[in-house]
């Protein structure tokens, strides 16, 4: 009677495919947020921090991180955002 049938439009892939092994856990390094080279890793040229998904590190590393990069934003380590001079 107008009952949603399960066909294959309505079901999506799921795309989760996250392998990769977390840099800090295998390495066994401490998240600094003095250490303005290891953070520049993991935010973009806009200044943003890229996803777990895309870095590969595990979620307690995650927070550690986005935890030292806003605090390296505050006194000035890390830019909040770049600016583009034309």
């Known amino acids: ?14 795309k989760r495919v ?8 295998i390495d066994k390094m401490e998240i600094d947020y003095k250490d303005e080279m290891l953070l520049r890793r993991f935010v973009t040229d806009r200044g943003k921090i890229t996803p777990r998904r895309i870095t590969g590190t595990c979620a307690l590393h995650q ?21 583009y001079y034309r």
């Open 1 to 14: 009677m107008g009952g949603k049938s399960n066909d294959k439009k309505t079901k999506k892939k799921d």
């Open 18 to 25: 996250s392998n990769k092994p977390c840099k800090f856990c």
């Open 63 to 83: 927070r550690q991180l986005a935890h030292a990069v806003k605090r390296a934003r505050a006194i000035a380590i890390l830019p909040f955002v770049k600016i």
